[in-house]
């Protein structure tokens, strides 16, 4: 099993920045890692993921803005968030899988999740 804990959000206007954290556990091989968020009333939704060589993949809505990262020796996965916008409010969800990791970030692609931390960005 795998133990993720996000930490990091927040209140922001818009323009401003945030980093998430995802500090992960249980785990002796290092999984794919990914970022999702849901805003209330809307599906969840992927932000950002990156494979456990590296390559990262974005969501088109924060491709420019947003950077994710992990520093392997700490386990932990971040989510460097830039230019904020109202409509990046939402629940953030650290997640992780161990297989194929797809272009397009779907919720079920995905078995372990952390409990989220709220993003709230004003206008």
């Known amino acids: 099993q795998v133990q993720l804990v996000e930490s990091g959000g927040g209140s922001v206007q818009a323009g401003g920045s945030l980093r998430l954290s995802c500090a992960a556990s249980?785990?002796?091989?290092?999984?794919?890692m990914a970022w999702f968020r849901q805003a209330p009333g809307k599906e969840r939704e992927g932000v950002a993921a990156?494979?456990?060589?590296?390559?990262?993949i974005y969501a088109d809505s924060v491709k420019g803005r947003f950077t994710i990262s992990k520093d392997n020796p700490k386990n932990t996965l971040y989510l460097q968030m830039n230019s904020l916008k109202p409509e990046d409010t939402g629940m953030y969800y650290c997640?992780?899988?161990?297989?194929?990791?797809?272009?397009?970030?779907?919720?079920?692609?995905?078995?372990?999740w952390g409990q989220g931390t709220q993003v709230t960005v004003s206008s």
């Open positions: 997640a992780a899988q161990f297989g194929r990791l797809r272009t397009i970030l779907l919720e079920t692609d995905f078995n372990f």
């Open positions: 249980g785990t002796y091989t290092r999984p794919n």
């Open positions: 990156i494979e456990s060589a590296g390559r990262p």
